[in-house]
């Protein structure tokens, strides 16, 4: 029962991000600060960790996602830090962990 709950919250998660991304993002220019976009991090994390912590990591990726923000390299961690009930502990608010290059070559 759970992992049916965890999916339909998962799908209605992703579902404002795949309009986004194929109904709003073909129309706006392609300006994006970090690789993997913005739009392709939130499902990523969200098909990974869930609806809750995966939405809490892709709302923290989209507050650093501004001109005095991070920008470069910003995968999806392939594990989320033990936190227990500090849900807000899972989102990687400072940018510290990027790499500040598009690529993995480029340092």
Same mark, same amino acid.
């Given at each position: 029962m759970k992992n049916i709950l965890t999916?339909? !919250?998962? #799908?209605?998660?992703? &579902?404002?991000?795949? &309009?986004?991304?194929?109904?709003?993002?073909?129309?706006?220019?392609?300006?994006?600060?970090?690789?993997?976009?913005?739009? *392709?991090? #939130?499902?990523?994390?969200?098909?990974?960790?869930?609806?809750?912590?995966? $939405?809490?990591? #892709?709302?923290?990726? &989209?507050?650093?996602?501004?001109?005095?923000?991070?920008?470069? !390299?910003?995968?999806?961690?392939? *594990? &989320?830090?033990?936190? $227990?009930?500090?849900?807000?502990?899972?989102?990687?608010?400072?940018?510290?962990?990027? *790499?500040?290059?598009?690529?993995?070559?480029?340092?």
């Amino acid at each position: 029962m759970k992992n049916i709950l965890t999916m339909i !919250l998962g #799908a209605i998660f992703r &579902l404002p991000i795949f &309009l986004y991304k194929y109904g709003i993002s073909p129309f706006t220019s392609a300006s994006c600060r970090h690789l993997p976009t913005c739009s *392709e991090y #939130a499902d990523t994390s969200i098909k990974r960790f869930g609806g809750v912590k995966g $939405g809490i990591l #892709a709302f923290s990726r &989209l507050m650093r996602c501004h001109p005095f923000g991070s920008h470069g !390299l910003d995968p999806v961690p392939d *594990e &989320l830090p033990d936190q $227990g009930i500090k849900f807000w502990k899972y989102g990687r608010w400072n940018g510290k962990h990027i *790499e500040h290059g598009f690529y993995e070559d480029d340092s």
